[in-house]
């Protein structure tokens, strides 16, 4: 089955610094990516997503790459600011279109 | 902003309860999920339903039932709750389309 994880548990980066969280997969059939934020006492929000025919994808301070090949995604915050401050996860899909979810990576940005 | 609710946010019910989770969605959405995760952990699927009439068992194995008697509406119910049974419990939808699962803010549900 699917297992998706992130590789630290916790990221600690300065105000204004770029903050990376790297997530890897198993599932060489999944085709689409995504990548949710969660505050504290709230449910995840979209943040944004990626499907296996694109290695990257850019919003708004935030950029998902995808390589397929070692199976392994990333999420680049741009400016990191104190309200990024939360638990990122990463999704994949899986058997019948559902996602399975990673372990979260708690991000605290520093003043 | 998605536009699901679940009720109550906060529950503290005692041992052998009976107790439902309430998860509404206004978005038309066909698909509807509900999660148990704990603190800071990953999300883990309980149950899901692609339809009126249309209940699943996920991937982790769960005391729970679900119903879908209306397109909106995806109650969890435990018959008879533990304290195994504290946990967050979130409830999420999505369109036939669209991969991305809209969230609701969860219930967070501790059994004395």
């Known amino acids: 089955g699917e297992s998706v994880g992130l590789h630290l548990p916790t990221l600690s980066v300065q105000e204004g610094d770029n903050s990376i969280i790297n997530c890897a997969y198993s599932?060489?059939?999944?085709?689409?990516f995504i990548w949710y934020k969660q505050e504290s006492g709230k449910g995840p929000q979209f943040i944004i997503d990626?499907?296996?025919?694109?290695d990257k994808r850019q919003g708004q301070r935030v950029t998902v790459l995808l390589n397929k090949t070692v199976k392994h995604l990333s999420l680049q915050i741009a400016a990191t600011q104190p309200g990024d401050s939360a638990v990122y996860f990463c999704?994949?899909?899986?058997?019948?279109?559902?996602?399975?979810f990673g372990t979260g990576t708690q991000l605290k940005v520093e003043l | 902003e998605a536009d699901i609710y679940q009720t109550p946010r906060y529950l503290v019910i005692g041992t052998g309860k009976k107790i439902t989770l309430e998860c509404s969605q206004t978005?038309?959405?066909?698909?509807m999920y509900w999660y148990q995760q704990d603190p800071g952990m990953e999300l883990h699927l309980i149950h899901y339903?692609?339809?009126?009439?249309?209940?699943e068992k996920g991937d982790l194995s769960s005391e729970s039932t679900v119903s879908r008697i209306r397109t909106e509406h995806f109650p969890l119910t435990l018959e008879s709750a533990r304290p195994s049974h504290t946990s967050q419990y979130l409830c999420?939808?999505?369109?036939?389309?669209?991969?991305?699962?809209?969230f609701g803010p969860g219930t967070r549900l501790t059994v004395t």
């Open positions: 999420a939808s999505r369109a036939v389309t669209d991969y991305e699962q809209y």
């Open positions: 599932n060489s059939a999944s085709d689409y």
């Open positions: 990626i499907r296996s025919n694109m």
């Open positions: 999704a994949a899909t899986g058997g019948g279109n559902k996602l399975t």
């Open positions: 978005m038309g959405h066909d698909k």
């Open positions: 339903s692609y339809g009126v009439n249309s209940t």
